[in-house]
């Protein structure tokens, strides 16, 4: 018995989860951190820190980390000493720009120390990561329609950016494609490639990263186009570095592709809808995010108020349908996989909270474990391996 639990100790420890250590009155359990971003106009005041229980699925009642503008989406660096938000506005050389604020994390407590702001390249941030190196968060700007990279110092404050791309295009849903609208940013896994899914133009645009200096320079070819009126949104790499998959907002699709890591090329497999065939309702989506195993994808519904659960086949990538999953709120924008794969928390903006679900590993099924916690317009979750 004490062997088992000394294995089961070390397996967590390898993924970064923090184990509480034992004292005569017994062992704890095993808890990761949780941050949560929000909108601040309806009574939140800005990013929210809280517990996640990673055998039964608790939350812990969150706290206020920071006071901060619309933190609307979150990033963490890999060294886990820092936070960068997307949102806020300002006017800098008096022209409006958003913002990226980096923050200095307290290991004990979770609280963050904002350490500077720097202007995200364009208007309405709405997406950051960080690189694999922690050198560079990268942002996409949803109102201007651009994308930049800004480099972040050893102590963790960013610099103006290195990269500014304005993006260009429009599409056929003239209310919401009528120009550029740079929705998400992201990074392969070995750090060469950047892809932007812009909503307004259909496209994936497509970037060469240099890690050491930042900058980003469109690919050969520079865009992949998706079908017109999809509106990608979110993107993600699979954890095998040899599929990814977006998904599109406006008609409640997900793309699959296959990468190229060396070229940097993505190839269309299919496209799969997230929606059941008898829903007839408005709808969009959200979040797209691929299990740490890489059998299963989830994708957020906006209307349907569900995460869409498909498999993913190992040899194609190709998508099945495997069913659908009530958020337990309205409108989830967001949601988060633990890093261990056991939990989803899903972020329903319109009903102020954050509701916990257990992954059955063999189906990928989801199953509500009765947790749940009010926060104000939930937005983003982001996991931070203490």
């Known amino acids: ?18 184990l509480t250590v034992c004292t005569l009155a017994g062992c704890a359990e095993p808890t990761m951190r949780v941050y949560l971003g929000t909108y601040t106009r309806t009574g939140s005041k800005g990013i929210y820190v ?60 979770g609280k963050l120390t904002q350490l500077n702001r720097q202007s995200s390249g364009g208007r309405g941030p709405c997406h950051v990561v960080v690189d694999a190196k922690g050198r560079h968060a990268l942002a996409a700007n949803y109102s201007s329609g651009s994308v930049a990279s800004l480099p972040i110092a050893p102590d963790g404050k960013l610099r103006p950016a290195a990269s500014v791309i304005q993006h260009t295009g429009s599409s056929v849903n003239k209310r919401r494609q ?40 469109p690919h050969a070819p520079p865009a992949v186009k998706l079908a017109p009126g999809a509106g990608p949104r979110h993107f993600a790499f699979h954890p095998n570095g040899q599929f990814a ?97 056991r939990f989803i928390l899903a972020a329903n903006q319109n009903s102020n909270n954050v509701v916990v679900f257990r992954v059955d590993q063999a189906t990928g099924r989801l199953k509500p474990t009765g947790g749940s916690i009010a926060v104000s317009s939930p937005v983003c979750v982001k996991f931070h391996a203490q």
Do not use: W
């Not at 896994?189 to 950047?194: C, E, G, L």
């Open 1 to 18: 018995m004490k062997a088992s639990t000394n294995r089961s100790a070390a397996c967590l420890a390898a993924l970064g989860v923090c």
């Open 50 to 109: 809280c517990e996640l229980n990673l055998a039964s699925g608790a939350l812990t009642e969150p706290r206020l980390a920071a006071a901060t503008d619309n933190p609307t989406f979150l990033a963490i660096h890999p060294s886990g000493r820092f936070l960068y938000a997307a949102g806020g506005a300002a006017r800098i050389d008096g022209k409006p720009t958003g913002l990226v604020t980096a923050f200095a994390m307290d290991k004990t407590t």
């Open 178 to 217: 009528g120009g550029p609208h740079a929705h998400s940013i992201n990074l392969d896994r070995a750090n060469r490639f950047a892809v932007a899914a812009d909503l307004g133009a259909d496209k994936l645009f497509v970037y060469q990263f240099a890690p050491t200096t930042g900058t980003l320079k």
């Open 245 to 341: 998959y977006v998904i599109n907002e406006l008609d409640s699709t997900v793309t699959a592709f296959a990468f190229d890591a060396k070229k940097g090329t993505l190839a269309k497999l299919d496209t799969v809808s997230t929606l059941p065939p008898d829903f007839k309702d408005s709808n969009s989506t959200a979040e797209v995010q691929v299990h740490p195993s890489g059998k299963f994808l989830y994708g957020s519904n906006r209307g349907h108020d569900s995460l869409a659960i498909f498999a993913i086949d190992s040899k194609s990538g190709k998508l099945t349908p495997v069913g659908h999953q009530p958020t337990g709120g309205r409108t989830p924008r967001n949601f988060g996989i633990d890093p261990t794969g």
